[in-house]
Structures are given as structure tokens and as C-alpha cells.
């Protein structure tokens, strides 16, 4: 994956290099960390940071959790060439560059909590403080959802997804008590998703739907300063390259991010009111309340209907195969069907001679029709795997719906001696096909599409409900 060369925390006037974040090295000899922390206006400067470090972290997370999804497949070289066949090496840089990341954001927020706030007081008890909890519980929240374990402080034993998890829900539990905020209520709802726990998740996640129906917050990016969105690359700066390429299923959503004309990058989705639609959804469905779950994911396809798309010029994606041989759908004249057992579909693939118009927020093939039409809570359930699959897609989630984890890294291991060699190993479910490129695989015949694998199906009838 492409590094960046220089990444430089801005706080005020003056730079920080990145290993000033972690409060251990100071790389400026014209400013120490105790002189930045003593500047007017401190708190708000390092939550800018805050904010820098989290792009920086989801420019490493995002194009490669893509890959390791079903969402996209790497065509070219420039990408990661392993994660799309479920190889998954704790000698992998990607992983612990997402890891390093992780660390970094963490130890950033505690700093400004410990030493920020100690000396810019005037921000204590305001909404700068509540963001550094929700920052710190926000990498905790990553640590859980994507890596078999990470330690949660430096050079500490690595700990489960579940303790990740309940380290985020103390921080962001911490974040609302200080300054209440709709972010950190969906923040909440998704990590007691995560945790199964359905009384809390849907709690939080009506509280969401009560406040603000349509919450988005985004992860932003500089075209002049930097960092530039990594995955803008991946999926349209480097468009004629055709290094990243949807599976044909999801081809209406791609590119998610374009040009948005001169210096200005595409921002990415960090949290969206969508996501308590679905927490509540699948939650009345665990609870057999299928008329209600229907009425929540109309409601849903309303919210998502109302969501900005974007007219991209994406006429240099040629949609190429392998050396030219793979055939890969790039017209509107091809249908697809998610398995050999389900109809074919049109409006799935695109025309890209002219101007594309793209969902740029959330997008979906479903309307209130097909959800009214589901037979029953499992056929339901699908489409509500399918919805977060669709409307979260580009956003690096898809990897957690699976249920994959990266390993711990070789790096951090000889590092740590904390480490053990079942951290070093990923987690791949069993309901993961046992050729892990299935999930990416597709055949073609004339103008007809069939997708190999049906994941959301698969995760409706193996991995049924989150909250089982």
C-alpha cells in the first residue's frame, strides 16, 4: 500500500512529526511537547490532530479492509496483492501500519487527556474534552472490530476483541458525560452491536434515531496539506491503472469517492444514522417482529434515498480483466444474480461512457417493494446484511460483517514479549469459503453475471443474527 512520505500533525502554528503523537519523542528541536501543551488554545489544536491522526489511520485501514471484504477485488499491483485470497501473514505492513495507527491515536488522546487539559483548562468539562474520550474509545473501538487483539497500552499484553470493546464503551461513556453528543450515542450503539448485547445497542441507537434521523460525521481530508484519501486513489485517481474493481453486484456504488473538483478530497463516512436503522432492524428480527423490522428498513431506504449522489467522470475505468482475459461486466446491457439460485437483476452494472452518477454518502438496489416482499425473517435478514454491505460499502465495514481479523504483527512481537502465537494468527470464520477468492469470484456468459458466493445469504443462515 502507498505510504505517505512526510505526515505532519499541525497544532497551531507549529509542526509535530508523528513520533511526537505518542508523547515520547519530541522531533522538533524549536518546540518541546511541554511548551506545545503550554500554548493558547491547546486542547482544540490537539483535537485538530486528533482528527489528522484519524485520517491517517483510515488512509491505511480502508483500501485494505476493502479487499479483505467481498467489496472489492485488487487487479493490479499497486495495492495489497494478499488479503484478497485470505492470506493473512503477521508479516504484513498493512496490518501493522492500521495497528501502529491504532496505538498512535490512542496514546494522542490520553495524552491530551493527562497533560492537554492539565494545562489548557479552560477546555476541561467542554466538548474538547469529550472528543479526546471519544477518539481514545474510537481506537479501541478499531482494535476490537478488526485484529485478533492488540494491547491497549504500550508494550502491553495483547487483549480480546471484548475487552476492546468495553475499553471503547468506558470512553465513550466517559465522551456523553462530559458533553452529550449524537456521535458518541452511535459510537455506544455500535460496539454494544458488536458485543451482542441487543438491550444496549438498540437503546442507544433509538436514542440516534430520536436526535438526529440524519446524523453523518465524516473522516475529512486536505488536498493541499494532506493526507489525500487513500481510497479516492484506489478507486478513481488511478482509474485507467483499474487497480481496484467492485464485485459486479455493488458495481452502482463505485467510485464512491470522486473529484470533487480542484484541491478538495472526498471525505469518508466515520459514523452515519443508517447504522441504528439497521442495529434497531436486526434487532426486531431476533425478537420475531418482522412487520416491525420491515417498517424500520423502509424508514431506512427513505433515509438513504435522501442522500447526496454525484455526477463522477469515471469514462478512463475500463473495468479490465486479468492481462486483459478476465471479462469483467463494465455496461448496463449485463444482468446479475447474487447466486445460481436467485433471479437476475439489471441496474447493477453501468454504463461509463459519459458521466456516472454515484452515491456519494450511502446508496442501495433495494426499495420499499423488495423489503415488503420478504417472505420471512431469514430472507429479511439477508436483505439487511445486503443493506449494510451496500451502504456502508467503501467505508471498511464489510471485513467486520464477515467477521475476519487481522493478526498481530511480526513487529510488534519482537517488540513485546506479551505477544503469543495465537495473536499472531487470524481469525477466519468457517462460514468463510474455504477458497476465500470465492467470495470475490464471479462467471460470465454472454451478457449474464453470476456472482459464486452469496455472502449475505451465508451470513443470514450460518452466522444468523448479531445479537444470537
Same mark, same amino acid.
Given at each position: 500500500?502507498?505510504?505517505?512520505?512526510?505526515?505532519?500533525?499541525?497544532?497551531?502554528a507549529?509542526?509535530?512529526?508523528?513520533?511526537?503523537?505518542?508523547?515520547?519523542?519530541?522531533?522538533?528541536?524549536?518546540?518541546?511537547?511541554?511548551?506545545?501543551?503550554?500554548?493558547d488554545?491547546?486542547?482544540?489544536?490537539?483535537?485538530?490532530?486528533?482528527?489528522?491522526?484519524?485520517?491517517i489511520?483510515?488512509?491505511?485501514?480502508? =483500501?485494505?479492509?476493502?479487499?479483505?471484504?467481498?467489496?472489492?477485488?485488487?487487479?493490479?499491483?499497486?495495492?495489497?496483492?494478499?488479503?484478497?485470497?485470505?492470506?493473512?501473514?503477521?508479516?504484513?505492513?498493512?496490518?501493522?501500519?492500521?495497528?501502529?495507527? =491504532?496505538?498512535?491515536?490512542?496514546?494522542?488522546?490520553?495524552?491530551?487527556?493527562?497533560?492537554?487539559?492539565?494545562?489548557?483548562?479552560n477546555?476541561?468539562?467542554?466538548?474538547?474534552?469529550?472528543?479526546?474520550?471519544?477518539?481514545?474509545?474510537w481506537?479501541?473501538?478499531?482494535?476490537?472490530?478488526?485484529?485478533t487483539?492488540?494491547?491497549?497500552?504500550?508494550?502491553?499484553a495483547?487483549?480480546?476483541?471484548?475487552?476492546?470493546?468495553?475499553?471503547?464503551?468506558?470512553?465513550?461513556?466517559?465522551?456523553?458525560?462530559?458533553?452529550?453528543?449524537?456521535?458518541?450515542?452511535?459510537?455506544?450503539?455500535?460496539?454494544?452491536?458488536?458485543?451482542?448485547?441487543?438491550?444496549?445497542?438498540?437503546?442507544?441507537?433509538?436514542?440516534?434515531?430520536?436526535?438526529?434521523?440524519?446524523?453523518?460525521?465524516?473522516?475529512?481530508?486536505?488536498?493541499?496539506?494532506?493526507?489525500?484519501n487513500?481510497?479516492?486513489?484506489?478507486v478513481?485517481?488511478?482509474?485507467?491503472?483499474?487497480?481496484?474493481?467492485? %464485485?459486479?453486484?455493488?458495481?452502482?456504488?463505485?467510485?464512491?469517492?470522486?473529484?470533487?473538483?480542484?484541491?478538495?478530497? $472526498?471525505?469518508?463516512?466515520?459514523?452515519?444514522?443508517?447504522?441504528?436503522?439497521?442495529?434497531?432492524?436486526?434487532a426486531q428480527?431476533?425478537?420475531?417482529? %418482522?412487520?416491525?423490522?420491515?417498517i424500520?428498513?423502509?424508514?431506512?431506504?427513505?433515509?438513504?434515498?435522501?442522500?447526496?449522489?454525484?455526477?463522477?467522470?469515471?469514462?478512463?475505468?475500463?473495468?479490465?480483466?486479468?492481462?486483459?482475459?478476465?471479462?469483467?461486466?463494465?455496461?448496463?446491457?449485463?444482468?446479475v444474480?447474487?447466486?445460481?439460485?436467485r433471479?437476475?437483476? $439489471?441496474?447493477?452494472?453501468?454504463?461509463?461512457?459519459?458521466?456516472?452518477?454515484?452515491?456519494?454518502?450511502?446508496?442501495?438496489?433495494?426499495?420499499?417493494?423488495?423489503?415488503?416482499?420478504?417472505?420471512?425473517?431469514?430472507?429479511?435478514?439477508?436483505?439487511?446484511?445486503?443493506?449494510?454491505?451496500?451502504?456502508?460499502?467503501?467505508?471498511?465495514?464489510?471485513m467486520?460483517?464477515?467477521?475476519?481479523?487481522?493478526p498481530v504483527?511480526?513487529?510488534?512481537?519482537?517488540?513485546?514479549t $506479551?505477544?503469543?502465537?495465537?495473536?499472531r494468527?487470524?481469525v477466519?470464520?468457517?462460514?468463510?469459503?474455504?477458497?476465500?477468492?470465492?467470495?470475490?469470484a464471479f462467471?460470465v456468459?454472454?451478457?449474464?453475471?453470476?456472482?459464486?458466493?452469496?455472502?449475505n445469504?451465508?451470513?443470514?443462515?450460518?452466522?444468523?443474527?448479531?445479537?444470537?
Open positions: 500500500m502507498k505510504k505517505l512520505l512526510t505526515l505532519l500533525i499541525i497544532v497551531t507549529f509542526s509535530f512529526s508523528c513520533d511526537l503523537i505518542d508523547g515520547t519523542n519530541v522531533q522538533n528541536p524549536n518546540l518541546t511537547l511541554d511548551e506545545a501543551a503550554s500554548q488554545n491547546a486542547a482544540k489544536s490537539w483535537v485538530n490532530g486528533l482528527k489528522q491522526r484519524t485520517a489511520l483510515y488512509n491505511d485501514l480502508v =483500501v485494505v479492509a476493502e479487499l479483505t471484504s467481498d467489496n472489492y477485488v485488487n487487479k493490479a499491483s499497486y495495492f495489497n496483492q494478499n488479503v484478497d485470497n485470505g492470506t493473512f501473514r503477521d508479516t504484513d505492513t498493512d496490518f501493522n501500519d492500521v495497528a501502529r495507527n =491504532v496505538g498512535k491515536l490512542r496514546e494522542q488522546a490520553l495524552f491530551g487527556l493527562s497533560t492537554i487539559l492539565e494545562n489548557d483548562t477546555a476541561k468539562g467542554t466538548e474538547l474534552e469529550a472528543e479526546m474520550h471519544f477518539y481514545n474509545g481506537s479501541h473501538l478499531i482494535a476490537g472490530e478488526y485484529f487483539s492488540l494491547p491497549a497500552e504500550k508494550i502491553g495483547p487483549k480480546s476483541p471484548n475487552d476492546h470493546f468495553q475499553l471503547a464503551i468506558d470512553a465513550f461513556t466517559k465522551a456523553n458525560s462530559v458533553v452529550p453528543n449524537t456521535s458518541y450515542d452511535l459510537a455506544l450503539a455500535r460496539v454494544y452491536y458488536n458485543m451482542g448485547n441487543k438491550t444496549q445497542a438498540v437503546s442507544f441507537a433509538n436514542k440516534v434515531i430520536t436526535a438526529d434521523d440524519e446524523f453523518v460525521r465524516y473522516v475529512e481530508y486536505d488536498g493541499i496539506n494532506g493526507p489525500t487513500e481510497m479516492e486513489d484506489a478513481y485517481s488511478r482509474q485507467s491503472f483499474n487497480d481496484l474493481q467492485p %464485485l459486479p453486484r455493488l458495481d452502482f456504488l463505485d467510485p464512491k469517492y470522486g473529484d470533487l473538483g480542484g484541491t478538495t478530497e $472526498s471525505p469518508i463516512a466515520l459514523q452515519k444514522a443508517e447504522e441504528a436503522y439497521l442495529i434497531v432492524a436486526e428480527l431476533k425478537d420475531s417482529q %418482522l412487520p416491525n423490522a420491515k424500520t428498513l423502509t424508514n431506512l431506504l427513505t433515509l438513504v434515498d435522501s442522500r447526496p449522489k454525484r455526477d463522477i467522470d469515471d469514462t478512463e475505468e475500463g473495468r479490465k480483466g486479468t492481462a486483459g482475459v478476465e471479462v469483467r461486466p463494465n455496461a448496463s446491457t449485463f444482468i444474480r447474487v447466486s445460481a439460485t433471479p437476475f437483476l $439489471s441496474n447493477l452494472v453501468l454504463d461509463r461512457t459519459a458521466t456516472t452518477n454515484i452515491p456519494t454518502l450511502s446508496g442501495t438496489s433495494l426499495d420499499a417493494a423488495d423489503i415488503i416482499a420478504a417472505p420471512n425473517m431469514d430472507e429479511t435478514l439477508r436483505l439487511v446484511y445486503l443493506l449494510r454491505q451496500e451502504i456502508f460499502f467503501g467505508e471498511a465495514r464489510r467486520v460483517d464477515l467477521g475476519v481479523r487481522w504483527s511480526e513487529i510488534e512481537a519482537l517488540n513485546n $506479551s505477544v503469543t502465537d495465537a495473536d494468527k487470524p477466519i470464520p468457517s462460514y468463510i469459503p474455504s477458497n476465500y477468492g470465492d467470495m470475490d462467471t456468459s454472454g451478457n449474464e453475471v453470476t456472482i459464486t458466493v452469496d455472502m445469504e451465508v451470513l443470514a443462515t450460518q452466522k444468523k443474527n448479531q445479537f444470537d
